[in-house]
């Protein structure tokens, strides 16, 4: 974020300067002007930057776990009545990630200059998401700042919970797939070239299967720079094209279809959806308001796209539940759950129920996966290496033949 310096005068004419930052000189202008200071002139400010082993890590994505424990204690300090400025002060010195330590510095430097928390938090995007940032605005603008941070705590712990599920059940097969991909290109660049040494000795025409995994072990050696490059460059473009509009939202419609884990895709949108929304209405946040955050924050573009339609659609003065059902992402019984909810004014509790309900689904789900996935990996790396072995062996049973005749 860049950096202005600034100098103003307060409502008795005294001199006012300093640093500050900000997104914009408009944005600086207007926190100046709501701390009643009337501007003299606003410039931007070259930072210098110098590595140092102090810094370092100070910058990249605060991790959940950072996250819940600042707000859990943050949310303990407010309510046992500690002021605002000196409960980040304690943080600062409480946190030990040299990056997350910083930024909370920052923002109590902002607030002891006359800013809201909300907006020291949203200064820091590769910390605090819209929704973080959007919970404390409406927990100061109620005075319940203690027991929205609290249940944002919870909110973030069922949330990476969740991620941590997600991820047990992928990296086993990816691991599995990526070793028999290694096992088998080891096979063929080192090890098949020594039996064509072999038969070439014996003499006499190879089996079918034998002369073609020689032919593909030869490929491979004698093109070896040619087919590494493509396939580097093949990654290459695919993840470059999957960074794209249209691409990302060809790979997050797959995501939610695939075999297999696109059930756990499925169940982890509609979970993950059903707790920030509740999460934010029951915060006080405006229904409008949190269905934007929650198109930010749904990690899918399929699933932004239904809940960008169901902010149209409440816009317009219609229901939620219609333009759910349309999307084809949420299953009925969610469309109806919510129906419910938005009918009998429990729309906060029955998106909980929802949450909790899928929560308990993806946790069955990744089991069952797990143990459904561990037996076919094993059995795709036999089958992969016991199809080279027998291709190389078929020669030497041939021969054991002949020469038993």
């Not at 290459?236 to 997050?252: H, M, N, P, Q, S």
């Not at 902010?311 to 219609?322: F, P, Q």
Request: hydrophobic residues 50%; charged residues 20%; contains cysteine.
């Amino acid at each position: 974020m860049p950096t202005f310096r600034y100098a103003a005068k307060d409502m008795t004419g005294r001199a006012v300067v300093g640093v500050l930052d900000s997104a914009d000189e408009r944005s600086l202008a207007n926190l100046l002007r709501q701390q009643k200071l009337i501007i003299i002139s606003i410039r931007p400010e070259a930072k210098k930057t110098a590595f140092s082993f102090k810094n370092f890590g100070a910058k990249g994505k605060i991790k959940l776990p950072e996250l819940v424990l600042f707000s859990r204690q943050f949310a303990t300090m407010i309510d046992s009545g500690i002021p605002l400025v000196q409960a980040l002060e304690i943080l600062t010195d409480q946190i030990d990630h040299p990056g997350f330590k910083k930024i909370i510095a920052e923002i109590k430097k902002d607030v002891s200059t006359g800013a809201t928390f909300h907006e020291a938090l949203a200064k820091h995007p590769q910390a605090f998401s819209p929704l973080f940032v959007n919970m404390a605005k409406a927990g100061e603008s109620s005075g319940a700042l203690d027991d929205i941070m609290e249940r944002l705590a919870s909110y973030l712990e069922k949330t990476d919970s969740l991620i941590r599920k997600v991820r047990s059940a992928l990296i086993y097969p990816i691991v599995v797939s990526v070793m028999a991909v290694l096992i088998t290109l080891v096979l063929m660049l080192k090890v098949v070239p020594v039996f064509k040494s072999i038969f070439a000795d014996f003499g006499g025409k190879l089996p079918l299967p034998t002369m073609i995994l020689l032919s593909i072990s030869d490929f491979l050696i004698h093109y070896f720079l040619l087919w590494f490059g493509a396939a580097i460059v093949g990654i290459f473009l695919i993840a470059r094209f999957f960074k794209t509009e249209v691409g990302a939202t060809l790979l997050d419609g797959y995501k939610l279809n695939m075999p297999v884990f696109g059930t756990i895709f499925r169940k982890v949108a509609v979970s993950k959806f059903s707790r920030t929304l509740a999460t934010l209405v029951k915060s006080g946040v405006p229904i409008l308001s949190a269905l934007e955050i929650v198109s930010k924050t749904a990690g899918n573009r399929v699933v932004e796209k239904a809940v960008n339609n169901v902010r149209i659609s409440i816009r317009e003065g219609e229901s939620i539940s219609e333009p759910l059902m349309k999307s084809k992402v949420f299953p009925p019984l969610v469309v109806r759950m919510i129906s419910v909810g938005e009918k009998t004014g429990e729309l906060e509790k029955m998106l909980s129920k929802i949450a909790d309900f899928y929560d308990d689904q993806v946790d069955a789900t990744v089991s069952g996966i797990t143990s459904l996935i561990e037996p076919l990996v094993i059995s795709f790396l036999g089958i992969i290496i016991g199809t080279i072995v027998i291709c190389m062996f078929l020669p030497i049973f041939k021969l054991s033949t002949l020469v038993g005749a």
